[in-house]
């Protein structure tokens, strides 16, 4: 039995004993992530620390302090704040419908005074927590096959139709994933599984066809014959392949990669940062940043299974796999596996909604290992 099993209910309250269950080496793999972010941010800024690598330390420092705050917090408040947070997300999502800001044809954004804002990034942590607080007070019969599970489809259909029709896919996309992620860890039998997996395929052609906006088809497209369209819409995957090749096993150098450096690679300090990366330092240092990922997801998964609680370990491990989705879509994105549909790499590309978003989660990671011996009530109610 581990020391801190052995301690006492009272004492694993006290600030110095949670700080010690911090895992540090959790913390540390966040930090070299996003600060080999802000290496490549400098460097396609053209050796300058403006404008977006100083700022991505700064938004960094700040997140990485809230994530340990958030940390020090009992799961019982993570508990009892799940539906509300769910709500108070469904609402924006709302309010973006009817009073949103319409940028690149896109209405995603709320904006109060200087302060503008992505609701569905709020929603991301909302449909993990309301989720594992669903399923925490329901039986394996339920979670398995039941007509209750009515309600985990409601929480995942309703922002995900309003993500949707934003339009923002790939952020659709990861909520719709990441909550059929959790239905599936949660027990869900494999029948239903399959008598809705099969609809879902047979109707993707018809949505590409008549359900998409014209930008996403010609993405799609693009996706599937990049080179038919090699200056317009398949410039993005043309580019990025040629930025991840070129750079070797070692890389061009830093400051060195033509197709960054020579603007010829789009959105390089966000969605095609990896590319950037990639071309740069090599197959050596990217090879590197995706085995840090992956202990980061490996060492959050290890903690969901520690927690004593099934909201516990239900809400770590769905936002530990919105995080691998994030880094998988992104990765297949700049290698050409699958179509652009805007989500960036996690810490690595420069972007204060998605930093917030990830630490945020990190922070309900932390606390559920801090406080994994919580004991939670059952129940469906809302508080």
């Known amino acids: 039995m581990t020391a801190s099993a052995l301690t006492r209910p009272g004492e694993r309250e006290r600030l110095p004993v949670k700080i010690g269950q911090i895992d540090w080496r959790f913390v540390a793999l966040l930090c070299a992530i996003a600060g080999t972010g802000a290496v490549m941010l400098y460097s396609v800024g053209k050796g300058s620390w403006e404008p977006w690598a100083a700022n991505h330390l700064i938004r960094f420092g700040v997140c990485l302090m809230m994530m340990l705050v958030l940390a020090m917090i009992s799961l019982r408040w993570w508990f009892r704040a799940a539906y509300p ?3 108070l997300a469904l609402l924006l999502l709302v309010a973006v419908e009817l009073f949103g800001d319409v940028r690149m044809g896109a209405q995603r954004w709320l904006a109060f005074g200087p302060i503008s804002f992505q609701p569905s990034e709020i929603m991301k942590i909302g449909v ?14 339920d979670a398995r096959l039941s007509w209750k599970l009515i309600f985990p489809i409601m929480i995942i259909g309703a922002p995900f139709l309003l993500v949707a ?8 996309m990861l909520i719709g994933l990441t909550g059929a992620a959790i239905m599936f860890m949660a027990g869900l039998s494999w029948r239903l ?14 949505y590409v066809a008549f359900g998409m906006h014209g930008y996403q088809r010609d993405r799609v497209l693009t996706f599937l014959n990049p080179e038919s369209d090699p200056s317009g819409a398949g410039y993005h995957i043309m580019q990025s392949k040629i930025a991840l090749g070129s750079g070797g096993f070692l890389g061009k150098g830093l400051g060195l990669g033509s197709q960054s450096q020579l603007e010829f690679l789009p959105e390089k300090h966000t969605d095609f940062i990896f590319a950037a990366l990639a071309e740069e330092n090599g ?18 998964l290890r903690i969901a299974s520690l927690s004593h609680s099934h909201f516990g370990r239900l809400a770590a491990a769905g936002v530990t796999v919105t995080f691998a989705l994030y880094v998988l879509i992104n990765g297949a994105m700049v290698m050409g596996l699958a179509p652009v549909v805007g989500v960036p790499m996690p810490l690595l590309s420069y972007g204060g909604t998605v ?12 606390a559920t290992r801090v406080h ?3 004991e939670l009530p059952k129940g469906h109610g809302l508080f």
């Open 85 to 87: 947070v769910y709500f």
């Open 283 to 300: 197959f050596l240092v990217s090879g590197l940043v995706l085995a840090a990922y992956l202990l980061v997801v490996v060492i959050a």
């Open 372 to 374: 994994r011996y919580a």
């Open 165 to 172: 029709h934003q339009p923002d896919l790939g952020t659709a």
């Open 193 to 206: 599984i399959a008598a809705v997996a099969i609809p879902v395929v047979v109707a993707v052609p018809f």
């Open 355 to 366: 930093m917030l978003t990830v630490m945020i989660g990190f922070g309900l990671v932390l």
């Open 128 to 141: 993990v927590l309301a989720l594992a607080r669903w399923y925490h007070g329901a039986s394996a019969q």
